[in-house]
T-cell receptor, first 112, second 109 residues
Framework: ETGVTQSPTHLIKTRGQQVTLRCSSQ?????VSWYQQALGQGPQFIFQ???????GRGNFPPRFSGLQFPNYSSELNVNALELDDSALYLC???????????FGPGTRLLVL | AQRVTQPEKLLSVFKGAPVELKCNYS??????LFWYVQYSRQRLQLLLRHISRESIKGFTADLNKGETSFHLKKPFAQEEDSAMYYC???????????FGSGTRLQVQP
C-alpha cells in the first residue's frame, strides 16, 4: 500500500508569484485535506476535498484554491504569494471525511 | 470556536521517568481527540485517538470532559520517544482537525 506523497519537497518563490503543490492520496482514499504549518506552530486547516468537491474550508483567503481529480489526487494553488505564505504545506488523505487522516511528508515553501 | 492548547513547548525527562504531555481544549459539543507524533525527519503520524481507548507504544490518553483535557501519559519514557507531539481535536460532524502548537519531548539517557 502506497502512502501519501507530495511534490515538490521544497520550493522557492517570490512575492506576487503563483504556486501549485501536488498530493497523491493513499490507495483507496477519496478525501484529501490540506494544512499550512508555520514555523513553531501546529498545522492549520486550509480546506478539504471529498470526491472532487470542496467539503469544508478554514480561515484562508480565496487566493488559496484547490482541485481534486478523479483519481483523488489533489492540488493546492496559491495566487499572489505573500511573505507570510512561507510555511510547510501538508496534505492528508482519509477513507472518507470522518476517518483517520494520514499525512504526507509536506512541501516546504519559501516566499522571498 | 474550537481551540487546543499545549502549554509546554518543551518537556525534558530522563529515560525511565514518567511522562505527561498536557493538552487542554475548548469546544462546546462532543469532540474527537487525537494525539499525533512526528519523529525526526519523519512525517506526522497518528499515535492514538480517544475513541479507540488503546495504548500505543506504552502511551495512553484519557478524555476528561469535566476538565476539558486529553493529557498523554507514559509510565517509563524511552529515548526513542523523543519527538514532537501534537494534540488535535475534531468537532462533531466537522472535517477539519484543529491542532495545538505542539510539545517537543526530549528523553535523555
Amino acid at each position: 500500500e502506497t502512502g501519501v506523497t507530495q511534490s515538490p519537497t521544497h520550493l522557492i518563490k517570490t512575492r506576487g508569484q503563483q504556486v501549485t503543490l501536488r498530493c497523491s492520496s493513499q490507495s483507496g482514499h477519496n478525501t484529501v485535506s490540506w494544512y499550512q504549518q508555520a514555523l513553531g506552530q501546529g498545522p492549520q486547516f486550509i480546506f478539504q476535498y471529498y470526491r472532487e468537491e470542496e467539503n469544508g474550508r478554514g480561515n484562508f483567503p480565496p487566493r488559496f484554491s484547490g482541485l481534486q481529480f478523479p483519481n483523488y489526487s489533489s492540488e493546492l494553488n496559491v495566487n499572489a504569494l505573500e511573505l507570510d505564505d512561507s510555511a510547510l504545506y501538508l496534505c492528508a488523505s482519509s477513507l472518507d471525511p470522518q476517518e483517520t487522516q494520514y499525512f504526507g511528508p509536506g512541501t516546504r515553501l519559501l516566499v522571498l | 470556536a474550537q481551540r487546543v492548547t499545549q502549554p509546554e513547548k518543551l518537556l525534558s525527562v530522563f529515560k525511565g521517568a514518567p511522562v505527561e504531555l498536557k493538552c487542554n481544549y475548548s469546544y462546546s459539543g462532543s469532540p474527537e481527540l487525537f494525539w499525533y507524533v512526528q519523529y525526526s525527519r519523519q512525517r506526522l503520524q497518528l499515535l492514538l485517538r480517544h475513541i479507540s481507548r488503546e495504548s500505543i507504544k506504552g502511551f495512553t490518553a484519557d478524555l476528561n470532559k469535566g476538565e476539558t483535557s486529553f493529557h498523554l501519559k507514559k509510565p517509563f519514557a524511552q529515548e526513542e520517544d523523543s519527538a514532537m507531539y501534537y494534540c488535535a481535536l475534531r468537532g462533531t460532524g466537522r472535517r477539519a482537525l484543529t491542532f495545538g502548537s505542539g510539545t517537543r519531548l526530549q528523553v535523555q539517557p
